[in-house]
Structures are given as C-alpha cells and as structure tokens.
C-alpha cells in the first residue's frame, strides 16, 4: 500500500508573528519556515506504518512555492520514500486556498492509487482544516478526522477521534483520508544518515496545470490583524473584595 | 562567494538544534544545581545519539563515523553550544587523535570510542604546564622495555565519564641554541592502570557538572602497544589533530552567544521602565545591535576558518582569530544580557548567571586569548623577520 502525505510550508511555530503594514497577511519575508507541525506528526506515522509492514511506500505531496522543497526534503530526511512538489504560485505571500490543494491532490491519487492519505488536521498558519475533508469528498473515500490513535488492518481502519466531548473510535473502509492530531505521536527527528540519504531521493517537481487546476485564489483578504492585547488584570485582598469586583463586572 | 547552507547543512542544524532544546534543555537546571549529570540520563541522551547517527559524527566513514567536513562538524558544535557543555558531552565528539591509533589500538581504542562503546580524555595540561605545554613535568623513563610514568595533569574534563586517556608526557629532552627543550609522547591509559588515578578536581565557576580531573601517575607502567603515534612524536600527533579543536570553542561561543541574545532581545521587547518598553532606549536598543553585529561576525570567522579547513588551506591564523574574537564576543553578549536584565539578571531563575559564569572559561582553555594573540601576531611578523 502507498500512503501519500500532504504537508505543508507554514512559518515555524517558534517565530512571533507580524501582521504586514498593509493588512494584507502575515509578514513572511526572512522568517524562518518549518514543515507544519501537524504534518510532521503524519509523516512520522507514514513512516511508523511502513516500519510495521502495513505499507510499501511513502509519498511527501506539498503544493505551494519552489521553496517548498526543503519542506519535503525534511520529510524525505524524516524517512518518506519520494517527494513530489507542485508549485501553484511563486509568490511565498499567496496561501494556495484548500479546495485547490484538494483538487491538486486528487490528481496526484488519480496517477498513484495510494491506499491511505494522511493530512494533518489544520496547518498552524491559517487554520483552515479542510483540504482533508475536501480531499475525502472529491474522492468518495471514507474519512476519520482528529486522529489520536489509528489502526489499520486489512480493507478497514480503526480510528480514534478527539473530539468535544472526549474520544471518538469510528471504523472506515480503505482507501480513507486521515486527518492526524496533535496526541497521535511524537515525530522523530531526522537521523544524519537520513539527511544525507534525503538528497539523493526521487523529488518530481509539477505545477498545478499539469494536474488541470487553476490555482489563482477565489477568496479574498479584506483584513489581518493581530489580536488585541489582553487588558492587564488586577489583584484583590479578599475574597469579599474578589466577589464585589465580581458583581461590579457583572458576572456573578 | 556563497554564503547559504546547503539543504543537508539546514538540516543538520534544525536537527541538532531540536534536540538541544527537547532532550538537552530540560535537565540543565537540575544538572546545574546538583553538579552532576545521573549516569541514567547520560547513557540515554548518548544512545539516542547514537540512534540519530550523529555520536562521533567528526569521524571519517571508514571507522563508523558520519565523515562531516569541518565546515558541517562545525555547525553541530555551533548548535550544541547552546546547551548544557555537562549534557552535550553526551552528544559524543571523541578526540580525532584517536585517528592516529595503529594495529590493535583500533579495535581497543578508536572503534569502540566511535560507536560510543568507550568514552576518552585528553590530558595536556599540568599545574605548572598551562600555556607552556613543554613545560610539562609529568614524565616516563624506559624500564625493561617498558615506560614508567610519574607526574600530574590537571583540568582533564570529561575525567569522570573517560575509559581511556590520551595523555601527553615527556620522554626526553633536546639541547637547541634556545636552550633544553622537552620531546613529547602521547600515551594511551586504560582507567584502572596500576599506578594510575583519577579523581575529581576543582570547583570550577563555568560548566559545572562538567568536572575537571585531577590524573596522578606514580611509577605506573605501560607497554609500547600504549604509545599514540611515534615515541617523543607527541607534537606531531597534536598538530595534526588538535590543530581544529579551536573552533569547536567558538563555535561553541557562537551558538551560545545566540541562545544567551534571545533572552536580552525578548526581555527588552517585554521589560517596561519609565512607562515603556527598555528597548525604546537607545542605550539598550544600540547594545542590541551591537550584540547581534559582533554574533554574526563572530559565527562567520568562525565558519570561514572551518571553510578553509576543507579546502586545504593555511589556517592557523584564521582560526585563532575565530577563537580569540568568538569567545571574547560570548563575554560581552552575555555580560550585557546580564545588565539589561538588571538584578534579575544575577538570580538563578534565569540561565543568564549560568550563560555568563559559563563564558568565562571560553577565553582561557584551548589556548588562552593571549595566547591567540600570539599566534595571530607571529603568523604576520614571521615572514617579515620581525
């Protein structure tokens, strides 16, 4: 079995963002990008899967810029097996929207006929968590989304789901589309060996026409800004004093 | 001229710098207020080394190391120099002298040292024997084939963990218009050897956990299976191996100057004085800038002087530029993040007491700034006959 993962170039969870003067997005000019953390933890699992004889073959997707090669070439120092970059624009400040992604990866599945997709469940830079879920419709597949735990055995898969309430365990037919959270493992990190290995795999570079997707945005940004700055609190004497701030607040 | 890492260097160092911040990070404050590292904690952080394929990653290929180029091995103990010198020793970079074992000392001493089986130490300096290596007192005389060894060596880190010592003797000594000047030997010594003791030295200021040893040889005897290198050939072997242990200093220098800027950058975007931001000061925004100026001049000496390294070219003075600039940078970087964090600075809630105490040591081992300054000076004046 193939598993394809789709990841992502975000900018790193360490760095503080910056809204642009204009509004427009965030500042991404010299700042440091990392693959999108949840995407690690899928790749992590692609590779686990294949450690355990459940898989063939492992295939890094990332739809975006040029720059997304290093991205994929961590994922193939990580352990996948071949890359294959789609560059959809070559501005790093154009997000390519999900329903884009989905279609470009549905191109990709067409050609490969993997038989698992596993996402992350969002990428940490805007959030969206939908390209999975868009992916499972355009293909008819079954999808388990928020994964914690996944087992996969034979034509079904096992999978347990964070979700409001608690845990969720659902059973889907293979091919399935995955979503991973935060808690399904802890990524490794890439061995010097793998590292050296990394440049030396498959990485095919496409762009999103050969697949037949247009790739220009049908959203548009009207505005970013940061969050407002929390108001500083203040410090009581006492419970009294605690419970009449609190009914001067209103809120008991 | 191209000043970009390649994808394999980026690599290298998020890796490294990841495993600093998750594996290394979390256990400084408890290795610094006990003094020690626990002998659990230091074998696993080693076998996960050895997982990642980086233990002895300064070593060739051919004996089971990763075979990096100075310039990566550099950037690995740029990264490194940011965590903990007690834990990151676990992150085993053995003597690359050890490259100079012959017929069985491989299998006794080098390959188990590369698959992190053994741990080693070097062992140079004595009480009167400092910046003077050759006046080193500790000796062997031949006795029946074989060499009995008397004398001290002092500051041997890394004493605690080693199986084995590299230890510089003298074994004779040759009149020159100068005046007498002593041969030199590097021995191999088992931990254990009659004769032989190791044990804990001083209290240091800097790196503490990371313990200096005290060796005492009284008429211990070793075979010439024992002898590195050629006999009296001791300076031969240390030029040819030791000569780069400099920049693993500032490269440690420079990477520890990094982690130590993030603090002073962060807590002068965040401290309010005056009702506002310190950095809005220009005498604490300028030192800012000055501090990253000096980082970066200092990383790219440094990294230059590993450069030259693996294109074959002269570097000697290069590189004692690197050390002498990168370590003295690392004294002010973390003297000024100490004075913008004012009296909390002092306090050990913060690691920037540590980072300065740490920095101190920089600029005396591994050839002492004067000493630097020396080498820079002689490497001009020589040609000049001056």
């Not at chain 2, 610094?32 to 080394?49: R, T």
């Not at chain 2, 975007?269 to 300028?286: H, L, M, P």
């Amino acid at each position: 079995m193939k598993v394809i993962v789709p990841v992502k170039r975000v900018i790193d969870y360490n760095v503080k963002v910056r809204v642009k003067a204009d509004g427009s997005g965030v500042d991404l000019a010299n700042v440091k990008m990392s693959m999108n953390p949840f995407d690690e933890i899928a790749v992590e699992q692609a590779i686990r899967l294949k450690e355990a004889g459940k898989a063939d073959e492992v295939i890094a997707v990332s739809v975006g810029v040029k720059q997304a090669q290093e991205t994929l070439r961590t994922a193939l120092a990580m352990g996948a097996d071949r890359a294959i970059l789609v560059i959809a624009s070559d501005d790093v400040h154009t997000d390519i929207e999900p329903l884009t992604v989905a279609k470009i990866l549905k191109g990709i599945i067409d050609e490969e006929q993997p038989g698992l997709v596993l996402c992350g469940k969002q990428a940490i830079d805007n959030d969206m968590n939908a390209t999975g879920q868009m992916l499972s419709a355009l293909m008819g597949w079954s999808q388990a989304t928020f994964a914690s735990e996944l087992d996969i055995d034979g034509d079904s898969a096992t999978v347990t789901r964070e979700v409001d309430g608690g845990l969720q365990t659902i059973k889907v037919n293979m091919p399935t589309v995955v979503t991973v959270d935060l808690r399904l493992n802890e990524p490794r990190y890439a061995s010097l060996p793998n590292i050296m290995k990394a440049k030396k795999k498959p990485l095919d570079e496409k762009t999103a026409a050969d697949y037949g997707v247009d790739a220009s945005p049908r959203l548009e940004i009207v505005n970013t800004v940061e969050p407002a700055a929390r108001a500083a609190g203040i410090k009581v004497g006492s419970v009294d004093e605690l419970i009449e701030k609190l009914k001067e607040a209103g809120a008991v | 001229m191209q000043f970009g890492l390649s994808e394999e260097q980026n690599m290298i160092v998020d890796t490294v710098r990841s495993f600093v911040e998750n594996e290394i990070y979390p256990y400084e404050s408890e290795v610094e207020q006990s003094g020690q590292v626990p002998h659990e904690l230091g074998e696993a952080l080693k076998q996960k080394v050895i997982d990642l394929g980086f233990y002895a990653c300064n070593f060739p290929e051919e004996v089971g190391g990763a075979g990096l180029s100075h310039l990566d091995f550099t950037l690995v103990e740029r990264e490194l120099g940011r965590g903990s010198m007690a834990l990151t020793h676990f992150f085993g970079r053995p003597q690359n002298i050890l490259m100079a074992c012959e017929g069985d000392q491989r299998e006794r001493y080098l390959l188990p040292a590369v698959r992190g089986e053994k741990m080693d130490a070097l062992a140079m300096t004595e009480p009167e024997a400092g910046s003077d290596v050759r006046g080193m007192k500790c000796s062997a005389m031949r006795s029946g084939g074989d060499w009995i060894i008397n004398g001290s060596k002092h500051f041997i880190s890394g004493g605690e963990h080693a199986d084995f010592f590299i230890v510089f003797v003298a074994t004779g000594e040759d009149q020159t218009p100068k005046g007498p000047k002593k041969r030199i030997t590097a021995f191999l010594v088992d931990r254990g050897t009659p004769g032989f003791e190791a044990r804990e030295g001083y209290k240091s200021v800097s790196h503490r956990g990371y313990k200096n040893y005290v060796l005492d040889f009284t008429d211990c005897r070793l075979p010439d299976a024992q002898v590195l290198g050629e006999v009296d050939g001791g300076f031969a072997v240390m030029n040819e191996w030791l000569y780069a242990t400099r920049l693993t200093v500032a490269a440690f220098s420079v990477g520890r100057a990094r982690r130590c800027f993030d603090y002073a950058l962060n807590y002068a975007a965040e401290r309010k004085q005056f009702g506002q931001q310190i950095s809005k000061f220009q005498g604490v925004s300028f030192q800012i800038a000055d501090m990253i100026t000096e980082i970066d001049a200092a990383d790219w000496l440094t990294l230059s002087g590993a450069w030259r390294l693996d294109q074959g070219l002269p570097a000697n003075r290069e590189i004692a530029s690197a050390k002498l600039y990168a370590t003295e940078m690392l004294a002010r970087v973390t003297d000024t993040t100490l004075q913008i964090h004012g009296g909390m600075g002092l306090m050990d809630d913060y690691p920037i007491e540590r980072f300065w105490r740490d920095a101190r040591v920089e600029r005396i081992w591994d050839g002492t700034s004067e000493i630097q300054r020396h080498i820079i000076s002689r490497d001009l004046f020589r040609p000049l006959g001056a």
